[in-house]
């Protein structure tokens, strides 16, 4: 069984950076994917980035450019680096895990199979 840990969350103001942290233990398949997904207030999970089989990163469009999904596999955790950091971005951020194969279509509204307990983000000026 998979778990994740997540750390890192806090308070940022507008235009700053946070790193998040999300420790794997465990039996994770080479067929699983990890990935970063949010909720704000009021609104309803979202992706907002992972990594496909080949480790190719995908991102929200509200977060392109600004985050970045990263893996160290030698520590079994997976970093999502927040820069430039808006208010919008304020919300609940988790760790999560499921096979490549579908993992993808989180995309088009799918649920992953396994979350982490969540990070709190909270921007403001």
């Known amino acids: 069984q998979v778990r994740l840990v997540e750390s890192g969350g806090g308070s940022a103001q507008p235009g700053g950076s946070l790193r998040l942290s999300c420790v794997v233990s465990?039996?994770?398949?080479?067929?699983?994917?990890l990935g970063w997904f949010r909720q704000a207030p009021g609104k309803q999970r979202e992706a907002v980035a992972t990594?496909?089989?080949?480790?190719?990163?995908y991102y929200a469009s509200a977060v392109k450019g600004r985050f970045t999904i990263s893996k160290d596999n030698a520590r079994n955790t997976l970093y999502l680096h927040l820069n430039n950091l808006k208010t919008e971005d304020t919300g609940m951020y988790y760790c999560?895990?499921?096979?490549?194969?579908?993992?993808?279509?989180?995309?088009?509204?799918?649920?992953?199979?396994?979350w982490g307990q969540g990070t709190q983000v909270t921007v403001a000026s």
């Open positions: 465990g039996h994770l398949s080479n067929s699983d994917c």
């Open positions: 990594f496909d089989d080949e480790d190719t990163p």
């Open positions: 999560v895990a499921d096979p490549c194969s579908t993992l993808r279509f989180v995309w088009v509204g799918s649920t992953p199979r396994t």
